[in-house]
């Protein structure tokens, strides 16, 4: 993809997957190898009812999107997933949550991004980096 992909163009894209609507996920910024998204918890989400935390796949699964969209600046779509690993900081409490991906290897075949995701204190909850798949499709 030669040129940078506006965020209501990305959003459209994104918006295409029903569970990506169901996760909510608004794109804010799009940029070089770099997106930032956020969404806000629903009560589904929450997987402890007596501390309120959020389930660890909630952010497992914001770590995996914003990583591999962060590639969309590059192949224009969204990219299967080969492998990720996601490390948790803290527990997450309901409210908006925000994730800021970054490519760190873009390949013929096979890509690399990582991705943070943070309270609206700004706190990391959660942080991975993922292989993807970014042949052409055929």
Do not use: C
């Amino acid at each position: 993809m030669s040129e940078i992909p506006n965020v209501e163009d990305v959003q459209k894209l994104l918006s295409r997957g029903p569970y990506h609507q169901w996760l909510g996920l608004k794109v804010v910024a799009v940029g070089d190898g770099t997106i930032e998204l956020t969404a806000t918890s629903r009560e589904e989400w929450v997987a402890n009812p007596d501390r309120g935390f959020i389930h660890g796949g909630i952010l497992a699964t914001l770590v995996d999107l914003t990583a591999d969209w962060a590639l969309v600046s590059r192949t224009g779509r969204g990219v299967p997933t080969i492998d990720i690993r996601v490390d948790y900081h803290r527990g997450a409490v309901p409210g908006v949550l925000a994730a800021r991906g970054q490519v760190v290897h873009f390949g013929r075949q096979f890509s690399v991004a990582e991705a943070k995701v943070f309270d609206k204190e700004g706190r990391l909850l959660a942080s991975g980096r993922g292989t993807y798949l970014t042949t052409p499709p055929t």
